[in-house]
């Protein structure tokens, strides 16, 4: 089954390159310091949330973690032995492959963007459609797709590595010498949990360091929190501190190049066929142009067409392109889309409004942004930042002036962004009264 | 502030919005041309159209399948669609409501199949002004499938029912639809409590557009209407199923908030002698049923704003919604379909914006809540 | 604008806030606060008094804008309590219950007992609410004298009418859009009849959309902001509360439950 492709020619090209030297980069990648486990000692690390996270049947330990991270970064785990995690998982990369939809085996193209390993570990449920419950069931999904690793089968993968000497001396450490899909599972699920990514400038700032951040940023964790109604989906808080909700939204993205209705109705008619098991699911979500439907194909109810989870937002100068098609190239782009009040179709969520927000502070919400970005990648962070300005300065196609105003559409049959202009303009900031 | 910048969407909904403002002098049909003809506009664009669908099949496909298999015409089964309390201001003051209806009329047109017809289910306008009214028609005017209309006190004691009356016609009137009674009842008439205290109409409004406010009386059916629906079954035997819309539930649930109706022991005493009968009422903006001996009850939801439970006489059957989410605008608001089978019954599906659909089978009021029980809220009124 | 003395509290269980007398300063104060005239210090230290505007001492080590330590404080406490029940013979007061642990330890009671013996002075009547006002005027069976025991029937009357016109304000406001400041014509009763669906009593709780903790004046602004399209409040602005006012009223009775969802 072909995708559509809609991939930038050069995003291509890098994509080829990356195919080519990735087994001889695999290796050297792995001892790459930026993919050693991560300290918990971090400002803003949660650790009553960590301590909630870590599963009671699948405990942390150093040789499991060692094992796991070895396993991330073996190729033989993909069909032909060319595509390890880390292809669209490069810790260099933050943990994803900056590319708007993942390459696998025979540089097939996906339909979805990859998901940063970061922080994954606090995600409730896993993959842009929460299709996968947990870190370890979730490394199945890959594993089995044919544009990914391309196994025919999860026997084979067990096989495989049941095969590699270098592998038995670690599993007898870890799994009494049990080499079974579950236990490979929990090993790359432990080595996921070791990415932890906080220490940020915003941590810093909320710690207490009034220096940490610019008075552009404040402004913009102002605007966070009021006028740009970010906060209620992309909240932060001491105890969970990772700006998501972790559910799932109609925000548009895939608005333009879906036709809901007719996708929804043959992907019902497809699952009730082939049962809707996960590998089906995932088949759907990454070859198929079903993939816009989003957690529509996991639940079947109408209200998630065209859902996908709240992404956290630390480090996302590091994790571009932007949203589950990486459709957005800069992050003037995405705040472009939510100031216009999302793109409409009859399953937005009801809670975008148009959020009339001037240059200047989609500047400083931009400046906030930044803030998130954790101390081993500050100056890739910073490079990609100039690199968006810049291009933001001449490129924005997702920029409405009018509809961001609420200034559109007061015909009969208008149907814009539901309700009024987002919260009055100019005004102390509810939010951050009380509970301080 | 320049507008310097369009996007493709807010092109399309411009060139839809010009189409559609030459409404009024259109016949439906050309109407539905121009329609038409925009979307292939947009088409040529390589945009998808913003159409409003409902997966009807998979709401529906759990419970059941009976009125999907249309019987003969003549007979039941058949599916109704139901808009309510839109509660429209002008769109000058303010876009929300209109928004939320016309939200609810895309939706009811993308429905596939087209329900027979739909019933607007009262509170059209906010105050009940006459442009109020006007607008409220214009929009009606969009749905693809004939409307029934009834009135709301809202629409009503702005001129206690001139303008309305012009528009739409007399408030209460009954057909029959394929072996089924329907009548629609005005069940809102107050006590006159506004001569005594020399109030203006717009006095006389604000204090009946008030849900808390003691001054106005309660709804009621009234004598003469009564007598009416009398002479009206008289001519339908009691074998008849029979399908009853009113703006105030035909029952007694909350005395200060008028979920109430004066009269309505009356009321039930002439359709007691019907096995089947179904009342469908507007005005409480919530997900709600009742069961009074051989009478179902059915609320309507709201596109402008859901009312909170209220503090006593919930009926037990009713399994309540969730509460609202206050930052989410379509939240607890919706638009529902009838699903009427063989014995002129109708199953309620309440789609409800941004929730999983929610349908009461008749046969769960039937048993008194025996079987086909529908899902708890995890997050109740209180 | 921190006054030169502060007053104790004479509410027995707040005996413990004279140790912040001298600190208290009565910021966002109403601007139409009623305040006791003091004596002038005659050691240029701080004149301390208590509520009944007549008992006070002079804490002369300390100057204007000094603070005490919490010790200091306590004793200074102590000594006006002393004064006053020196100067007031015959009046009984009940000292303040650490808690209801406290009350039924005989130990407790009995060091209770050394500051001042408890004749079961019926302490409701120096809490009484404006809505329980007592029908008669005080017998001879009830405690007379100052401050607390002097309130004549009128005076629960007085307080009864000004908190009902507060409330009546607040219902006022939040019945009306234009009040609100609405520029959408929506006001709270529209989705709020008699204040329901408000839960006063749960406050302070997680807000979920803010991701926060919120206070019930928090969700009154983000709805004054948002579906009312209005200007937020000012935590201060009488209409704000006002209409706080109102729907605490409208939740009489209803056990508070802090962050019940």
Redesign the interface.
């Known amino acids: 089954m072909m995708p559509t492709l809609r991939i930038p020619v050069l995003a291509s090209v890098a994509a080829a390159l990356v195919l080519l030297c990735a087994a001889a980069l695999a290796a050297a990648q792995e001892q790459n310091p930026l993919a050693a486990p991560k300290s918990h000692i971090q400002v803003g690390f949660p650790a009553e949330l960590y301590s909630w996270v870590i599963p009671p049947d699948n405990p942390q330990s150093p040789a499991k973690v060692a094992l796991g991270r070895k396993l991330f970064f073996d190729d033989s785990l993909s069909a032909d032995g060319t595509v390890s995690c880390d292809q669209c998982h490069s810790p260099t990369k933050g943990f994803t492959d900056q590319l708007p939809t993942s390459m696998g085996i025979h540089k097939a193209f996906g339909q979805r963007n990859a998901p940063t390993v970061l922080n994954a570990l606090f995600n409730t449920l896993q993959f842009w459609d929460g299709r996968a419950p947990t870190l370890e069931r979730q490394t199945e999904g890959p594993i089995l797709n044919p544009v990914e690793m391309g196994n025919k089968n999860l026997e084979d993968v067990v096989a495989k590595v049941k095969s590699i000497a270098e592998y038995q001396q670690p599993f007898q450490q870890v799994f009494d010498g049990l080499i079974t899909l579950v236990n490979i599972e929990k090993a790359i699920a432990a080595y996921e949990r070791t990415q932890i990514a906080f220490d940020t400038p915003f941590d810093h700032f909320m710690a207490g360091d009034q220096n940490a951040i610019s008075a552009q940023a404040k402004h913009g964790w102002d605007l966070f929190n009021g006028q740009g109604r970010c906060m209620?989906c992309h909240g932060w808080n001491p105890t969970q501190p990772l700006f998501t909700d972790n559910r799932f939204h109609n925000i548009g993205v895939s608005?333009?190049?879906?036709?809901?209705?007719p996708l929804?109705?043959k992907a019902?008619a497809l699952i009730q066929q082939g049962g809707g098991g996960m590998q089906q699911l995932d088949q759907l979500a990454i070859q198929t142009d079903m993939s816009g439907l989003g957690r529509f194909l996991v639940t079947?109810?109408?209200?998630d067409i065209g859902a996908f989870r709240t992404m956290g937002l630390r480090n996302l100068l590091v994790t571009e392109p932007y949203f589950h098609d990486g459709s957005q190239q800069t992050l003037w782009d995405v705040i472009d889309h939510y100031n216009?009040g999302g793109?409409?179709?009859?399953y937005l969520?009801?809670?975008l409004?148009p959020l009339g927000l001037s240059e200047s502070d989609e500047d400083d919400l931009v400046a906030f942004l930044a803030t998130l970005t954790s101390p081993e990648y500050a100056d890739a962070a910073k490079e990609e930042l100039d690199h968006q300005q810049t291009r933001a300065k001449t490129d924005?196609p997702?920029?409405?002036?009018?509809?961001a105003?609420?200034?559109?559409?007061?015909?009969?049959?208008?149907?814009?962004p539901?309700?009024?202009i987002g919260p009055a303009q100019n005004q102390e900031n509810p939010a951050l009264l009380g509970g301080d | 502030?320049?507008?310097?910048?369009?996007?493709v969407?807010?092109k399309y909904?411009?060139e839809?919005?010009?189409?559609?403002?030459g409404?009024r002098q259109l016949d439906r049909r050309t109407f539905m041309k121009v329609l038409a003809a925009t979307a292939g506009a947009v088409m040529a664009k390589g945009?998808?159209p913003?159409?409003?669908?409902?997966?009807v099949n998979?709401?529906n496909a759990a419970v059941d399948k009976s009125w999907s298999t249309a019987g003969a015409s003549g007979t039941p089964p058949f599916m109704f669609a139901y808009l309510s309390d839109t509660h429209m201001?002008v769109?000058?003051?303010?876009?929300?409501f209109v928004?939320?209806a016309?939200?609810a009329v895309?939706?009811v047109n993308?429905l596939d199949p087209q329900p027979d017809f739909v019933l607007f289910g009262g509170d059209l306008a906010?105050l009940g002004r006459p442009e109020e009214l006007e607008?409220g028609q214009?929009?009606l005017a969009?749905l693809k499938a004939p409307v029934k209309m009834m009135v709301g006190e809202h629409d009503w004691f702005y001129d206690l029912g001139d303008k309305w009356q012009q528009l739409f016609g007399p408030p209460n009137y009954s057909f029959d639809w394929k072996g089924v009674h329907v009548i629609v009842l005005m069940s809102v008439h107050e006590k006159d409590f506004w001569t005594a205290r020399k109030l203006t109409p717009a006095e006389r409004i604000q204090i009946v557009a008030?849900?808390?406010?003691p001054i106005q009386s309660r709804f009621e059916v009234g004598d003469e209407e009564r007598d009416w629906l009398k002479n009206d079954l008289a001519k339908v035997p009691t074998t008849t199923p029979l399908l009853i819309f009113s703006h105030s539930p035909l029952y007694k649930y909350y005395r200060?908030?008028n979920f109430w109706t004066e009269d309505a022991e009356q009321v039930q005493a002439l359709l007691r002698s019907y096995p089947n009968v179904t009342v469908i009422h507007g005005h409480t903006h919530q997900v709600l049923f009742n069961q009074i001996g051989n009478i179902s009850f059915y609320g309507m939801l709201s596109t402008a704003?859901?009312?909170?439970y209220?503090?006593q006489g919930l009926p037990p059957l009713t399994v309540q919604m969730n509460?609202a989410?206050?930052?989410?605008?379509?939240?607890g608001l919706g638009y529902g379909q009838l699903n009427v089978n063989k014995e002129g019954l109708p199953d309620m599906l309440y789609n409800?914006?941004?929730?999983?659909?929610v349908t009461i089978h008749s046969e769960y009021l039937r048993s008194h809540g025996k079987i086909y029980r529908p899902p708890a809220p995890q997050?109740a009124?209180? | 604008m921190i006054s030169k003395a502060a007053f104790l509290l004479t509410v027995p269980s707040l005996l413990a806030a004279a140790a912040f007398a001298a600190l208290a300063i009565p910021s966002r104060a109403q601007q139409q606060q009623p305040t006791h005239n003091l004596p002038t210090a005659a050691h240029g230290g701080t004149i301390v008094m208590l509520c009944d505007g007549k008992t006070g001492i002079e804490v002369k080590d300390l100057k204007p804008g000094q603070t005490m330590s919490r010790a200091e404080a306590q004793s200074v406490a102590d000594a006006l309590m002393a004064k006053w029940q020196h100067a007031h013979p015959n009046e009984h007061w009940q000292m303040a219950q650490a808690s209801p642990a406290a009350e039924a330890s005989p130990a407790a009671s009995a060091s209770r007992g050394a500051i001042a013996p408890s004749h079961a002075a019926p302490s409701s009547s120096q809490t009484q609410s404006a809505a329980n006002a007592p029908a008669a005027a005080p017998s001879l069976t009830v405690q007379q004298g100052d401050t607390y025991a002097s309130f004549q029937p009128r005076d629960y009357k007085v307080w009864k009418a000004e908190t009902d016109k507060f409330v009546a304000d607040g219902k006022r406001i939040f019945?009306d859009d234009k009040a609100l400041g609405s520029t959408?014509?929506?006001s709270c009763?529209?989705?709020?009849?008699?204040a329901?669906?408000t839960?006063p009593e749960t406050y302070p709780k997680y807000q979920v959309?803010l991701q926060k903790v919120a206070l019930l004046r928090d969700m009154i602004d983000?709805?004054v902001e948002?579906?009312v399209k209005g200007k937020a409040l000012d935590p201060n602005d009488p209409k704000l509360r006002a209409l706080e006012a109102y729907i605490y009223a409208q939740r009489k009775g209803v056990p508070l439950d802090y962050g019940k969802?």
């Open positions: 209620t608005a333009h190049k879906s036709d809901f209705v929804a109705r019902l079947k109810q109408p209200h216009k793109v409409q179709n009859p969520d009801g809670g409004l924005r997702q920029r409405d002036t009018a509809a105003f609420g200034k559109t559409g007061l015909g009969p049959g208008f149907k814009g539901f309700g009024d | 502030m320049a507008v310097r910048h369009k996007s969407e807010t909904m411009e839809r919005g010009a189409a559609l403002r409404l945009l998808v913003p159409h409003t669908f409902q997966l998979v709401a201001y769109r000058a003051k303010n876009q929300r928004k939320g016309v939200k895309e939706d993308a906010q607008q214009e929009i969009m008030g849900l808390d406010n200060n908030w704003w859901p009312w909170p209220a503090p509460r989410d206050p930052y989410d605008q379509l939240d409800l914006w941004d929730r999983n659909p997050f009124s209180y | 019945h959408i014509g929506v009763d529209m989705c709020h009849p008699d329901a669906n839960h959309q983000w709805c948002n579906p969802h």
